[in-house]
């Protein structure tokens, strides 16, 4: 034979071994922008909360109240500013401490891991942070169900399904979402 004939027959055997290039997995893409956007929004909440236990929140929260943006929001949507959950925060606000505003900062911190932790794991394609992430939006629907039957709200309703089609996305393409990385299974050899 001449080494003519011995080339092409082993250019085929490796074009065959290489792998077949998969498909962006776009609806992925976008649950990992939006735990990271969720984690990063409670990262910069906490560092705000923690700026904010030196100064007079409570005279913060009036003149938040009187900024003409936000009065022509609350007429907008008819919201008056009298009303029990602006008069029950405003109770809250007066009773924090210092220690108290550090606490809640803590706690918007330490919430922010798991957003975090899931969109990064994700990102790198990791089996648990897939499990992570299913496992923390299956949590909150049915907590969100039950706010919906005692008070229907368009917002915890969108939020519901959003946490639906995440749970449901991730389940059904889990195999195939984070288990791209290994190498494919050899047949038995005979």
Known sequence: MSAEQKVPAAVPAA?????????????????????????????????????????????????????????????????HPENKFFTLVAQNIAELTKAKVHQAALGALLLSLFPLTEGIGMMFRVPWAGWLAIGESAFFVPIEVRHLVEKFSWFVFGLTVINIIVVWYLYAYREVLFHHHRHPRRPPES
């Not at 071994?17 to 498909?23: G, S, T």
């Not at 929260?61 to 907008?76: G, M, N, R, S, T």
């Open 15 to 79: 074009r065959d071994a290489e792998p077949p290039l998969k498909k962006r997995a776009l609806t992925l893409y976008g649950i990992i922008v939006f735990k990271l956007i969720k984690g990063l929004l409670c990262v910069a909440l906490a560092v705000v909360i923690y700026h904010e236990a030196n100064q007079d929140i409570s005279r913060d929260w009036a003149d938040f109240l009187q900024q003409p943006l936000v009065k022509y929001i609350f007429e907008a949507l008819k919201i």
